[in-house]
């Protein structure tokens, strides 16, 4: 049993710990925003923060990752309304959305640790593939972003969702609070 936090929610996996974090959190957690796109984290799909740090959730192993605290796309901001996602409907930098999640945490990941960073420092933290190529607009969404965490600007560009994560959620047996 792996045990760790989930979007702020401590839980304890019932799973093989070999199994890749991506299909703990995706078929155990029914946190489906995290991605599969390749397996083989070449594309950033599965991308989530793990411990402050972006990482591919398709390469971790459940046993990789006990006692750390990870943060999914459904984590990041529960109302959409963190910098990042804000900047990056701002900039019309989403279309078909598939990677967006990953793109996202890994904007994110860098973003707290330098809420200024340049274009290559951008490039560099953000290795996700995108089919729609948003990239120039992912530059400037991240860049906007920042501003927006440093308190420069201000977006108001994406509405809340109208459903909670409570609401959302549904029982999963291989899942469960760990016992206090």
Same mark, same amino acid.
């Given at each position: 049993?792996?045990?760790?936090?989930?979007? +702020?929610?401590?839980?304890?996996?019932?799973?093989?710990?070999?199994?890749?974090?991506?299909?703990?959190?995706?078929?155990?957690?029914?946190?489906?925003?995290?991605?599969? &796109?390749?397996?083989?984290?070449?594309?950033?799909?599965?991308?989530?923060?793990?411990?402050?740090?972006?990482?591919?959730?398709?390469?971790?192993?459940?046993?990789?990752?006990?006692?750390?605290?990870?943060? +999914?796309?459904?984590?990041?901001?529960?109302?959409?309304?963190?910098?990042?996602?804000?900047?990056?409907?701002?900039?019309?930098?989403?279309?078909?959305?598939?990677?967006?999640?990953?793109?996202?945490?890994?904007?994110?990941?860098?973003?707290?640790?330098?809420?200024?960073?340049?274009?290559?420092?951008?490039?560099?933290?953000?290795?996700?593939?995108?089919?729609?190529?948003?990239?120039?607009?992912?530059?400037?969404?991240?860049?906007?972003? &920042?501003?927006?965490?440093?308190?420069?600007?201000?977006?108001?560009?994406?509405?809340?969702? &109208?459903? &909670?994560?409570?609401?959302?959620?549904?029982?999963?047996?291989?899942?469960?609070?760990?016992?206090?």
């Amino acid at each position: 049993m792996a045990r760790l936090t989930v979007n +702020t929610r401590p839980l304890e996996f019932r799973m093989d710990p070999a199994t890749p974090l991506l299909w703990a959190l995706r078929d155990a957690a029914n946190l489906t925003g995290t991605k599969y &796109g390749c397996g083989t984290g070449e594309c950033g799909a599965c991308m989530v923060i793990v411990d402050g740090a972006a990482r591919l959730a398709c390469l971790i192993p459940l046993s990789a990752v006990e006692g750390s605290e990870v943060t +999914t796309i459904e984590g990041l901001s529960p109302d959409r309304s963190h910098p990042v996602q804000q900047a990056l409907v701002a900039e019309q930098a989403i279309q078909c959305g598939f990677c967006t999640p990953g793109i996202a945490l890994a904007a994110a990941a860098l973003l707290a640790r330098n809420a200024d960073p340049s274009e290559a420092e951008i490039k560099a933290a953000i290795p996700n593939l995108c089919r729609c190529g948003v990239y120039p607009r992912l530059v400037r969404a991240v860049q906007r972003a &920042g501003r927006v965490a440093r308190r420069i600007e201000t977006i108001s560009a994406a509405p809340v969702p &109208g459903i &909670g994560a409570e609401d959302a959620a549904r029982a999963v047996p291989a899942i469960s609070a760990p016992p206090q």
